[in-house]
């Protein structure tokens, strides 16, 4: 009955779907103020079905209602309670049904804010993305239904694919899709602009905070995601240029490049044009990366079992909204007057040179993803392109940015003075150099490491010194420093904190360099050297799990003679899906990680193990994480900026640019 | 500046970074992509001895030999070709006997590879994509399972 209703719930919220896609659109357009007020409760009640409809699900798994095609093939009642919530996303279908939920979640959230937007706008952007939730509730009750019963339930289910049993799979795709979905409402306020022809300063200040919430979760979830195939996948590595790992780079590189020319349209009404055209782009590649990862055209750890149909399905929904907006974009373009002057060296320009860094590192990756399908689609023949591809073009991009941001941070709006931004980095570059020495000394070749933790150190510092310049302008007395210090806007904070943390994760990237890695065959007793460590296997043992069989290793590292720490290493056999997965051991000491795998055992009873030692190699996540910190920094500071945008139904609503940050 | 100096300046900013990556993406094309080939496809098409490739199959039940340090050597088939694989190193989770895998290596002849890589690439029926089609291609699919089979 509960499964039951959770289908319904999702036909109603697709019923209201098409209501929502013609009435308040029409209503915006006519002017007709009462059409134009069912969009907000409309969105509400689409969140409250889908949400039902998502908690229907999850009963089912929850009390393992083997009736349910969905729970016989991704749970068992003997999996843990968490990894039976998460297996509601851990398959196709649950993973479009919680895809729905942060779509119609965030419509839900535009709802309750639309208040505090011209009414045309908001009800236009909510009828937008009902096009694109209706679209993606359609696709999931021809193609993906997620509650379709058996006429004759097993006792018991086949149990979720045992890689994705872990907590990592818990978090990390929930966060992933309220970044990638999150990019859906700017797409929609896009369009709505474009149908409205309203695209000003003020538009932006209203898509900004969207912006940052899709940015700030898509960085956590990309990074989580990259955390759990370090620590689950047992290959001691974090990114693998893998297509779908690129499916989600994408987006973030087009809402970074995104967030960072909003914020040029929004303070000098300039970059417009390219402010929308982003809009539409990011989300596009949001699309794409569905298609990538659904349609059966790649091979990933990340793909799901694949139906044809369900691939052209996408592909026309993808072509359906991207050649729409852009449609509306070539439609509209003529119309868009171009707004601030500013000069090539100038806060606009470094932003602009952001942009165009980012955009050309998106289209690298681009062209390295689809180009193996490309020409096997063309030709026939396979190819594939790794790592290397990227290493190649991607990094050479990035190298010139990192240099840039310190440097367009100091520079102001309009007309900058390049010598003394960089004047006032000599600071930074010292500190770069001077950590790039001890760094050298210390840790020795690569050269390429060296380089590049003395540019993360270039760009920590000099993210600051924009800030640190501030709060000593009333001098050094400590409590002066600390009314200016909480007196700045907390955009700024935001805005210096995200960069550090960009910096943080390079230094982890640069740091990679100096890991070490040992593959030795073991028996107990036996000892290695690990770089400044030796690790010794005591034992091995084997021991039952819920649903697995396990052998684990307890092994010791030490430090000239000192424990520091123990791992148990194992490997699980799963025999409801004769599967086997390798359970690394890690251990954080310091900032660093030794990671260990038992990837065999040899028939004369020796362990083969895999042992690697990755100094500074948590900065990689926690540098994200401080990004995230800093998008919240910044997005606190824009609730309270809101308010006075307050004017609604005014058609040339423009205040005067805010001053410089 | 002048608006339209102000464009010009932008416009040869972008094409100057568009030219770089593009460059750089075409000597990246050039240098490191490896194409794949089935057992059968290396006779069909000639492929030279010293080539970098990928080769896919599936591992031929009772090859698979165990030396000494790690060495390992098994057959990769297609039903209509089979190729000798060595390769130093630890094997994948996914790896076994009749099961698809794709090595990357160089090739020293038509019968035998010797692999820098053995993939365990898969998805959720645990048979690489390629190995699938080069199977399909050679007649030998048996496997009613796979999704995309249809």
Same mark, same amino acid.
């Given at each position: 009955?509960?499964?039951?209703?959770?289908?319904?719930?999702?036909?109603?919220?697709?019923?209201?779907?098409?209501?929502?896609?013609?009435?308040?659109?029409?209503?915006?357009?006519?002017?007709?103020?009462?059409?134009?007020?069912?969009?907000?409760?409309?969105?509400?009640?689409?969140?409250?079905?889908?949400?039902?409809?998502?908690?229907?699900?999850?009963?089912?798994?929850?009390?393992?209602?083997?009736?349910?095609?969905?729970?016989?093939?991704?749970?068992?009642?003997?999996?843990?309670?968490?990894?039976?919530?998460?297996?509601?996303?851990?398959?196709?279908?649950?993973?479009?049904?919680?895809?729905?939920?942060?779509?119609?979640?965030?419509?839900?959230?535009?709802?309750?804010?639309?208040?505090?937007?011209?009414?045309?706008?908001?009800?236009?952007?909510?009828?937008?993305?009902?096009?694109?939730?209706?679209?993606?509730?359609?696709?999931?009750?021809?193609?993906?239904?997620?509650?379709?019963?058996?006429?004759?339930?097993?006792?018991?289910?086949?149990?979720?694919?045992?890689?994705?049993?872990?907590?990592?799979?818990?978090?990390?795709?929930?966060?992933?899709?309220?970044?990638?979905?999150?990019?859906?409402?700017?797409?929609?306020?896009?369009?709505?602009?474009?149908?409205?022809?309203?695209?000003?300063?003020?538009?932006?200040?209203?898509?900004?905070?969207?912006?940052?919430?899709?940015?700030?979760?898509?960085?956590?979830?990309?990074?989580?995601?990259?955390?759990?195939?370090?620590?689950?996948?047992?290959?001691?590595?974090?990114?693998?240029?893998?297509?779908?790992?690129?499916?989600?780079?994408?987006?973030?590189?087009?809402?970074?490049?995104?967030?960072?020319?909003?914020?040029?349209?929004?303070?000098?009404?300039?970059?417009?044009?390219?402010?929308?055209?982003?809009?539409?782009?990011?989300?596009?590649?949001?699309?794409?990366?569905?298609?990538?990862?659904?349609?059966?055209?790649? =091979?990933?750890?990340?793909?799901?079992?694949?139906?044809?149909?369900?691939?052209?399905?996408?592909?026309?929904?993808?072509?359906?909204?991207?050649?729409?907006?852009?449609?509306?974009?070539?439609?509209?373009?003529?119309?868009?007057?171009?707004?601030?002057?500013?000069?090539?060296?100038?806060?606009?320009?470094?932003?602009?040179?952001?942009?165009?860094?980012?955009?050309?590192?998106?289209?690298?990756?681009?062209?390295?993803?689809?180009?193996?399908?490309?020409?096997?689609?063309?030709?026939?023949?396979?190819?594939?392109?790794?790592?290397?591809?990227?290493?190649?073009?991607?990094?050479?991009?990035?190298?010139?940015?990192?240099?840039?941001?310190?440097?367009?941070?100091?520079?102001?709006?309009?007309?900058?003075?390049?010598?003394?931004?960089?004047?006032?980095?000599?600071?930074?570059?010292?500190?770069?150099?001077?950590?790039?020495?001890?760094?050298?000394?210390?840790?020795?070749?690569?050269?390429?490491?060296?380089?590049?933790?003395?540019?993360?150190?270039?760009?920590?510092?000099?993210?600051?010194?924009?800030?640190?310049?501030?709060?000593?302008?009333?001098?050094?007395?400590?409590?002066?420093?600390?009314?200016?210090?909480?007196?700045?806007?907390?955009?700024?904070?935001?805005?210096?904190?995200?960069?550090?943390?960009?910096?943080?994760?390079?230094?982890?990237?640069?740091?990679?360099?100096?890991?070490?890695?040992?593959?030795?065959?073991?028996?107990?007793?036996?000892?290695?050297?690990?770089?400044?460590?030796?690790?010794?296997?005591?034992?091995?043992?084997?021991?039952?799990?819920?649903?697995?069989?396990?052998?684990?290793?307890?092994?010791?590292?030490?430090?000239?003679?000192?424990?520091?720490?123990?791992?148990?290493?194992?490997?699980?056999?799963?025999?409801?899906?004769?599967?086997?997965? =390798?359970?690394?051991?890690?251990?954080?000491?310091?900032?660093?990680?030794?990671?260990?795998?038992?990837?065999?055992?040899?028939?004369?009873?020796?362990?083969?193990?895999?042992?690697?030692?990755?100094?500074?190699?948590?900065?990689?996540?926690?540098?994200?994480?401080?990004?995230?910190?800093?998008?919240?920094?910044?997005?606190?500071?824009?609730?309270?900026?809101?308010?006075?945008?307050?004017?609604?139904?005014?058609?040339?609503?423009?205040?005067?640019?805010?001053?410089?940050? | 500046?002048?608006?339209?100096?102000?464009?010009?300046?932008?416009?040869?900013?972008?094409?100057?970074?568009?030219?770089?990556?593009?460059?750089?993406?075409?000597?990246?094309?050039?240098?490191?992509?490896?194409?794949?080939?089935?057992?059968?496809?290396?006779?069909?098409?000639?492929?030279?001895?010293?080539?970098?490739?990928?080769?896919?199959?599936?591992?031929?039940?009772?090859?698979?030999?165990?030396?000494?340090?790690?060495?390992?050597?098994?057959?990769?088939?297609?039903?209509?070709?089979?190729?000798?694989?060595?390769?130093?190193?630890?094997?994948?989770?996914?790896?076994?006997?009749?099961?698809?895998?794709?090595?990357?290596?160089?090739?020293?002849?038509?019968?035998?590879?010797?692999?820098?890589?053995?993939?365990?690439?898969?998805?959720?029926?645990?048979?690489?994509?390629?190995?699938?089609?080069?199977?399909?291609?050679?007649?030998?699919?048996?496997?009613?399972?796979?999704?995309?089979?249809?």
């Amino acid at each position: 009955m509960i499964v039951e209703t959770g289908h319904y719930a999702l036909v109603l919220a697709f019923a209201l779907c098409l209501v929502q896609m013609v009435v308040p659109l029409w209503g915006s357009l006519t002017g007709d103020r009462t059409l134009m007020a069912v969009a907000a409760p409309v969105s509400l009640m689409q969140f409250a079905l889908v949400a039902l409809s998502f908690a229907a699900l999850t009963y089912a798994y929850l009390v393992s209602d083997f009736s349910v095609l969905n729970v016989i093939e991704n749970s068992h009642s003997q999996k843990p309670l968490i990894y039976k919530i998460s297996g509601v996303w851990g398959n196709h279908e649950g993973s479009m049904l919680l895809w729905v939920l942060t779509l119609s979640l965030f419509g839900a959230l535009v709802a309750l804010r639309a208040k505090r937007m011209p009414e045309d706008l908001a009800a236009t952007a909510l009828s937008i993305q009902s096009w694109v939730l209706g679209a993606f509730l359609l696709f999931i009750l021809l193609t993906s239904n997620p509650f379709a019963r058996v006429g004759a339930p097993p006792m018991e289910g086949r149990d979720l694919n045992p890689l994705l049993q872990d907590p990592g799979l818990a978090i990390h795709p929930p966060l992933l899709y309220l970044g990638y979905v999150g990019l859906s409402i700017t797409f929609s306020f896009a369009a709505a602009a474009l149908i409205h022809g309203r695209i000003d300063a003020q538009w932006a200040r209203w898509v900004r905070p969207w912006t940052l919430i899709a940015w700030m979760f898509l960085t956590i979830g990309i990074s989580m995601g990259s955390y759990w195939a370090y620590y689950t996948l047992g290959w001691g590595g974090f990114w693998f240029w893998d297509p779908v790992e690129n499916a989600s780079l994408m987006p973030w590189l087009a809402a970074t490049a995104l967030l960072h020319s909003a914020l040029v349209m929004e303070k000098r009404d300039a970059l417009k044009i390219w402010t929308i055209l982003l809009a539409i782009l990011a989300f596009s590649l949001s699309l794409l990366g569905a298609f990538l990862v659904r349609s059966g055209v790649l =091979t990933s750890v990340h793909s799901f079992a694949n139906d044809p149909d369900r691939g052209v399905f996408i592909l026309a929904i993808l072509v359906f909204f991207i050649g729409g907006s852009l449609s509306l974009f070539a439609f509209r373009v003529q119309s868009l007057k171009q707004g601030g002057i500013f000069a090539p060296i100038s806060r606009e320009g470094a932003l602009v040179f952001n942009n165009l860094l980012l955009t050309t590192s998106c289209a690298t990756v681009l062209v390295g993803t689809l180009y193996p399908l490309a020409l096997e689609a063309a030709t026939g023949a396979k190819i594939s392109v790794g790592p290397p591809f990227f290493n190649l073009t991607f990094v050479p991009l990035f190298v010139p940015l990192f240099l840039a941001i310190p440097i367009g941070q100091l520079l102001a709006w309009k007309r900058g003075d390049i010598l003394g931004a960089v004047q006032r980095l000599t600071f930074a570059v010292g500190m770069a150099v001077v950590a790039g020495l001890i760094l050298a000394f210390a840790r020795g070749e690569p050269v390429l490491s060296v380089l590049f933790a003395g540019l993360a150190v270039y760009v920590i510092v000099g993210a600051f010194i924009e800030t640190w310049g501030r709060v000593i302008a009333g001098g050094y007395s400590p409590v002066l420093m600390w009314r200016r210090a909480i007196g700045l806007p907390l955009s700024q904070w935001g805005s210096a904190i995200a960069h550090a943390g960009a910096g943080v994760t390079l230094f982890g990237l640069a740091a990679t360099g100096w890991g070490v890695e040992r593959i030795v065959g073991m028996k107990p007793g036996d000892n290695v050297n690990l770089g400044p460590y030796i690790v010794t296997l005591e034992d091995v043992e084997r021991r039952k799990g819920p649903n697995y069989v396990e052998t684990a290793a307890h092994m010791t590292i030490r430090e000239g003679g000192v424990v520091v720490g123990k791992l148990d290493p194992s490997r699980k056999f799963y025999a409801h899906r004769s599967m086997t997965t =390798t359970d690394a051991g890690l251990r954080t000491i310091e900032l660093g990680q030794v990671h260990i795998v038992i990837p065999e055992q040899n028939s004369d009873g020796s362990l083969d193990v895999r042992l690697y030692w990755k100094p500074y190699v948590t900065l990689i996540w926690i540098g994200s994480i401080i990004m995230f910190l800093g998008g919240g920094f910044s997005l606190a500071d824009r609730r309270l900026r809101v308010g006075y945008a307050r004017r609604p139904r005014e058609p040339k609503v423009q205040t005067a640019p805010a001053p410089a940050e | 500046m002048t608006r339209k100096q102000r464009r010009l300046t932008m416009i040869a900013a972008a094409l100057t970074v568009l030219g770089i990556a593009l460059g750089l993406v075409l000597v990246a094309m050039r240098d490191n992509i490896v194409f794949f080939y089935s057992p059968a496809e290396i006779a069909q098409k000639d492929i030279k001895p010293g080539t970098r490739m990928r080769l896919g199959g599936l591992v031929k039940t009772g090859s698979v030999e165990r030396g000494a340090d790690r060495l390992v050597s098994f057959v990769v088939s297609d039903g209509a070709g089979e190729v000798r694989v060595r390769y130093t190193g630890l094997l994948p989770d996914l790896f076994r006997e009749g099961q698809g895998i794709v090595a990357e290596g160089v090739l020293e002849d038509v019968r035998s590879f010797r692999a820098d890589s053995v993939l365990a690439k898969h998805d959720e029926t645990y048979m690489p994509r390629e190995v699938a089609d080069a199977l399909k291609k050679q007649g030998h699919w048996q496997n009613e399972k796979q999704g995309d089979s249809k």
